[in-house]
């Protein structure tokens, strides 16, 4: 059973850019989370999303990024004119759909995007 | 407002020796999850356990073990007899049930180096 996968795993772009993170779940996951984690620090929670829903979208910066989990393909986490401090590792995680409780959320690899 | 504190930024500590790391939370909500993950050199992050705030016995696995004690909101980690593999940095994370988001909360993280 495959894992979260993540591409790309490193992606470097210049300021202005766009730049395009991929996240495709475990199988029989519908949740996905995106989280952002800077240098030297934890991982800081930007969206939460379901098939064609975001949920949660309380820690995505308000301008140039979006995110969206169509119904087939990969979850996309979109940046629109990258500037440097957008460098950080970007993680995906995905869980199963809730039963009840809190479902464990199990993380791809992660995207080191680095601007320049 | 959630809260996860993990004070010990680095530890190093040399091959066979025990080490715990400490996690302090901070919750409004009686219903939360407890987590921890690994995160090895290779960056990928690594689901470990998940606790939940009723169940307060301690758990062991293998050489992990976990102490939760919710009179003192914390969550420790005792990874006993050390190996090389486990240097890493370890995270502690929070999420709470009325969020509806299952969003975690992660701390700032420690990193463990176990010295051969």
């Known amino acids: 059973n495959a894992g979260v996968m993540q591409n790309p795993r490193h992606l470097v772009r210049r300021r202005g850019q766009e730049a395009r993170l991929r996240c495709s779940p475990m199988?029989?996951?519908?949740?996905v989370y995106w989280y952002r984690q800077l240098p030297e620090e934890g991982l800081k929670f930007m969206v939460y999303l379901q098939k064609e829903n975001i949920i949660d979208e309380s820690g995505m910066p308000k301008e140039r990024f979006s995110a969206e989990f169509p119904k087939e393909g990969p979850s996309i986490l979109r940046i629109q004119q990258v500037v440097r401090g957008d460098s950080a590792a970007y993680f995906c995680?995905?869980?199963?759909?809730?039963?009840?409780?809190?479902?464990?959320?199990?993380f791809g690899p992660g995207t080191r995007l680095l601007v320049l | 407002a959630q809260k996860v504190t993990q004070a010990q930024t680095e530890i190093s500590v040399v091959e066979k020796e025990d080490v715990t790391l400490d996690c302090v939370y901070e919750?409004?909500?009686?219903?939360?999850?407890l987590f921890w993950y690994k995160q090895p050199p290779s960056g990928e992050l690594v689901f470990l356990i998940r606790?939940?705030?009723?169940?307060?016995q301690n758990e062991i696995s293998g050489r992990y073990s976990w102490n939760f004690q919710k009179s003192t909101s914390s969550f420790n980690f005792t990874i006993t007899a050390s190996q090389v593999v486990d240097s890493a940095v370890y995270f502690c994370a929070l999420s709470e049930s009325g969020t509806g988001a299952n969003n975690l909360f992660f701390g700032t993280g420690t990193r463990l180096t176990v010295i051969p």
């Open positions: 606790r939940n705030s009723f169940d307060e």
């Open positions: 199988k029989g996951h519908s949740h």
């Open positions: 919750t409004r909500d009686t219903t939360y999850y």
């Open positions: 995680a995905s869980s199963p759909p809730r039963q009840g409780g809190l479902e464990t959320q199990y």
